[in-house]
């Protein structure tokens, strides 16, 4: 995939994704219909359960659609290999997580660093660039400091610019808030919009906290599988 860019980052259509336990079926999404737009701030809402996760991992590659398609920068994923896929989530997808998910004996520095470093971009190029994304989230007085010597709202911001030091067009983020306070968790949801509206980054953002609605563009509501308002 090249790095073409329409207006449209994500749209699925008629995503179901079934799962076989024992010999039982689990229907995880019911035909979720969904898109985003470059720069757009998303959400989705629902409960536990609702088909969230599911659907954030099927448009991020990490998981395949039964039916359905998946469309990212406008080119369908659902043929792609794996090693293509891995690719993509490498090159043009940038994946925040609710437990940080850094590494324990690297600073932030090089937490942030390390993506570039595992597609062979310069050591110059390097620093510079994680120096933007450490300046971006407001942690270049922390980039010496390990994760365990930051606090959990400085973590994940850590995490936030491990996710975007490789530019990507899309930033998918599954609970980022759900181990913050509240306060916390509200200057992480307004970074997000930062990003979505200053980089023209579309992030989309799994979460049940109905306080991500005040920061967002469009919230999606899932329930049983299915995204209950889709959008024109």
Excluded: C
Excluded at 112 to 117: D, G, H, I, M, S
Excluded at 144 to 149: N, V, W, Y
Excluded at 172 to 188: H, K, V, Y
């Amino acid at each position: 995939m090249g790095e073409t860019y329409n207006s449209e980052t994500v749209r699925s259509v008629g995503v179901t994704r079934v799962y076989k336990l024992a010999q039982v079926e689990v229907h995880a999404l019911r035909g979720a219909n969904f898109k985003a737009h470059r720069g757009e701030y998303i959400a989705l809402m629902g409960r536990s359960g609702s088909g969230k996760t599911t659907l954030m991992n099927i448009v991020g590659g990490l998981d395949h659609a039964t039916e359905g398609e998946v469309y990212l920068f406008g080119h369908d994923i659902s043929g792609l290999s794996d090693r293509q896929l891995t690719e993509l989530r490498r090159n043009q997808i940038g994946f925040v997580f609710q437990s940080f998910a850094l590494m324990p004996t690297m600073s932030a520095f090089e937490n942030v660093e390390l993506p570039l470093r595992m597609i062979g971009v310069h050591r110059r190029e390097r620093r510079q660039r994680t120096m933007e994304v450490l300046e971006l989230v407001g942690l270049t007085r922390w980039a010496k400091h390990r994760p365990q010597e930051l606090s959990g709202g400085q973590q994940q911001r850590v995490a936030i610019a491990r996710a975007l030091v490789n530019r990507p067009g899309l930033v998918l983020a599954d609970e980022p808030t759900g181990e913050l306070d509240s306060a916390t968790g509200r200057s992480i949801m307004e970074l997000f919009q930062t990003v979505a509206h200053e980089e023209h980054v579309t992030v989309v953002m799994a979460s049940h906290d109905p306080v991500v609605q005040e920061y967002v563009d469009y919230t999606y509501r899932m329930a049983d599988g299915r995204i209950t308002n889709e959008r024109d």
